[in-house]
C-alpha cells in the first residue's frame, strides 16, 4: 500500500492487513501469524501471534498465542499473559472482561486480577451497561461494576421430556425456548436458544434414539423453519440447522431440502448419528426393511437406482417401488399402510426379493415375471424367510411393475 506521495505504508511482505486504529495495522504473513506494524512499517508487535481483537475497550487489545488468550495493552505490552482458554472484550464503562479457563468463566479486571472467580458456566458481557448476568447452575447472578452479586435469580423452566441418557429437554417459561439439562447434577447440556423442536418417535421397526433431537432457531411464527439435529448427551450440533426437513432413523439422520420431498428433486440425503455424510443430499432417499435405498433422476427422465450396501455405500439394483400396499397376516388381520416396497431382481436365479416393514419375502417368479414391467393377475405361492413372519403368502400383482402389491395369508 503506497501513500499519494510515495510513501510506503504498508510493505509488500504481508499477505493481509486490516487498520487496528490510526496508524497502527494489523499484518499478516502468509495467512498465519499476525503482528502490528506503524506507518512505514515498524514493527511493533512480533509477527507470531494467533488473533488480534480490533476492539479496543479500556485500551486493552485481546490476543491469542499457542493456543491461549490474553490482552495487549495501548502501549502494545502484554498486560495479561496468554493463559486462558478464551477471553472477551472489556465493558465500554465497565473495566472487567469475561474469561474462561479449565471450562468455567469469571472476570478479571485490566490488571489481570481474577477479581469474579471462574465458577460460572457461563457469563455475559458488560458491553455499554453497568452490569452482566453469571449463570450457575439454575440460577443467575447479576454481577455488578465492582465484580460483586447484586442479586440472584432462579432460572424457571418445564420439563418437556426426559430422556433415557438422564438428560432433559426443558423449556424456558420466559423467553420460550428449549434447552438440554441434567436435572440431578443442575448443569445445562445446552442452554435455552432452540426455537422449536421434534421428538424422536418410535414408528415401527424405527426405534426411538433419545440421542438426538431435531431442532430449528427460527422464529416459531416462521412457517417453513430450517431444520438441523442436536445430540442430546453432549449438546453439540450434529447438523446445523440448514435442511427444510430432518428425521431420525435408529442410528442415521435423513435429510431433505423441500419440505414437500418432491421426488422430481433430487435433494436428500442420509447421515450418521454423528453427523458424517453417507449420502450426499443429492437423491432421492428412502428407508424400508431396516434398509436404505436412493434414486437419482436426470433431466432426461432416466433413473439411476442404488441400494446402501453392508459397507455403507451406494450400489447400483435393479427394482421398482410399490406404493399404498395392504397387508393380511397370518392371523387374518388386515394390516393398511402406506409404506413403500421395493422389489428387486436377482439376476442370478431370478428370483424376486421384496423388502417391506416386517423383512424380506422372496418370491418365486413365474415366466411373466422374467420381463420387466409386465406382472400378470396371476397368483403366485411365496415364503416368508424372516423370523417374525414365517408361513406361506400369496401376492398378487396387478399391471405393471410398481403398481399395487396385495399381499393377504395362504
Known amino acids: ?37 506503524k506507518d512505514g512499517g515498524e514493527i511493533v508487535l512480533p509477527i507470531e501471534y494467533d488473533y488480534i ?10 490476543i491469542k498465542k499457542n493456543g491461549k488468550q490474553g490482552f495487549l495493552s495501548s502501549d502494545f505490552k502484554i498486560a495479561i499473559p496468554c493463559i486462558y482458554e478464551k477471553v472477551w472484550a472489556f465493558g465500554e464503562k465497565v473495566a472487567l472482561a469475561p474469561i474462561k479457563i479449565k471450562g468455567k468463566m469469571g472476570y478479571v479486571n485490566v490488571k489481570g486480577e481474577l477479581v469474579v472467580p471462574a465458577i460460572y458456566a457461563s457469563v455475559g458481557l458488560f458491553g455499554k451497561y453497568d452490569g452482566a448476568w453469571a449463570r450457575q447452575g439454575f440460577k443467575l447472578d447479576l454481577i455488578n461494576k465492582n465484580g460483586k452479586v447484586e442479586k ?6 418445564t420439563v418437556i421430556k426426559n430422556l433415557k441418557n438422564g438428560n432433559s429437554i426443558i423449556l424456558d417459561k420466559e423467553t420460550k425456548k428449549y434447552g438440554i439439562a441434567n436435572i440431578k447434577t443442575k448443569t445445562f447440556i445446552r442452554y435455552f ?14 426405534k426411538q434414539n433419545d440421542n438426538l433431537l431435531t431442532y430449528s432457531v427460527d422464529k416459531k411464527s416462521e412457517t417453513n423453519p430450517n431444520w438441523g439435529c442436536i445430540n442430546t448427551i453432549t449438546g453439540k450440533v450434529v447438523l446445523f440447522a440448514n435442511y427444510k426437513l430432518v428425521k431420525v432413523y435408529d442410528d442415521f439422520i435423513f435429510v ?17 448419528a454423528n453427523g458424517k455424510e453417507i449420502i450426499e443430499p443429492e437423491y432421492s432417499v428412502f428407508h424400508i426393511g431396516g434398509k436404505w435405498y436412493a434414486n437419482q433422476k436426470y433431466n432426461d427422465g432416466s433413473v439411476k437406482k442404488y441400494f446402501l450396501n453392508e459397507n455403507y455405500r451406494l450400489e447400483e439394483r435393479e427394482g421398482e417401488i410399490a406404493d399404498n400396499t395392504t397387508t ?18 436377482n439376476d442370478t436365479n431370478n428370483d424376486i426379493k421384496i423388502y417391506y416393514d416386517g423383512g424380506t419375502i422372496l418370491l418365486y417368479p413365474g415366466k411373466t415375471l422374467k420381463r420387466k414391467c409386465s406382472f400378470s393377475e396371476k397368483i403366485y405361492k411365496t415364503e416368508a424367510v424372516n ?7 400369496l401376492f398378487k400383482l396387478k399391471g405393471k411393475c410398481g403398481q399395487t402389491i396385495n399381499l393377504s395369508a395362504y
Open 256 to 272: 431433505c431440502n423441500n419440505s414437500s420431498r418432491d421426488e422430481a428433486v433430487n435433494d436428500e440425503g442420509l447421515f450418521y
Open 193 to 206: 436458544e432452540i426455537t422449536q423442536i421434534q421428538l424422536t418417535r418410535a414408528s415401527g421397526n424405527i
Open 328 to 345: 393380511t397376516s397370518n392371523s387374518g388381520n388386515n394390516q393398511s399402510n402406506k409404506a413403500k416396497y421395493v422389489i428387486i431382481k
Open 387 to 393: 423370523s417374525n413372519n414365517r408361513g406361506k403368502f
Open 1 to 37: 500500500m503506497i501513500y499519494k506521495d510515495g510513501k510506503i505504508l504498508i510493505p509488500c511482505e504481508y499477505t493481509d492487513w486490516s487498520e487496528l486504529y490510526n496508524g497502527i495495522y494489523i499484518v499478516e504473513k502468509n495467512k498465519d501469524k499476525k503482528g502490528l506494524i
Open 152 to 157: 440472584t435469580d432462579p432460572i424457571e423452566f
Open 53 to 62: 481483537s480490533t476492539n479496543t475497550n479500556q485500551n486493552m487489545i485481546a
